[in-house]
């Protein structure tokens, strides 16, 4: 069964950084290299959306809201994947969210204050 365990979420001031990680377990490095991989966010009071989806070819999409500003990575030999956000501001306050194809990590709280 996998399992996904985001870290590096905190607090931070307008114009900031954080790299989120999430680490999945229980999955072999074939199905992991082959997922379709992505980042999740929900703001208090509003739905889930989108960061970022990445394909098992490398195709990386992500939502207007963040292109230039965030990076998504992974590592396929430690089976984890990185956010790196970088220009945060108080509107990507949100809970983050790592999902590998139906699976869901349980998220970490990103906070971003003047």
């Known amino acids: 069964q996998v399992q996904l365990a985001e870290s590096g979420g905190g607090s931070v001031q307008t114009g900031g950084s954080l790299r989120l990680s999430c680490a999945a377990s229980?999955?072999?490095?074939?199905?992991?290299?082959?997922?379709?991989v992505g980042w999740f966010r929900q703001a208090p009071g509003k739905q889930r959306t989108l960061v970022a989806l990445m394909r098992s070819t490398g195709t990386t999409n992500y939502s207007d809201s963040v292109k230039g500003r965030f990076t998504f990575s992974r590592d396929n030999d430690e089976r984890t994947l990185y956010l790196q956000m970088n220009r945060l501001s108080t509107d990507d306050t949100a809970v983050y969210y790592c999902?590998?194809?139906?699976?869901w990590g349980p998220g970490t709280q990103v906070t971003v204050s003047t």
């Open positions: 229980g999955i072999s490095f074939t199905n992991f290299f082959l997922a379709s």
């Open positions: 999902t590998l194809d139906s699976d």
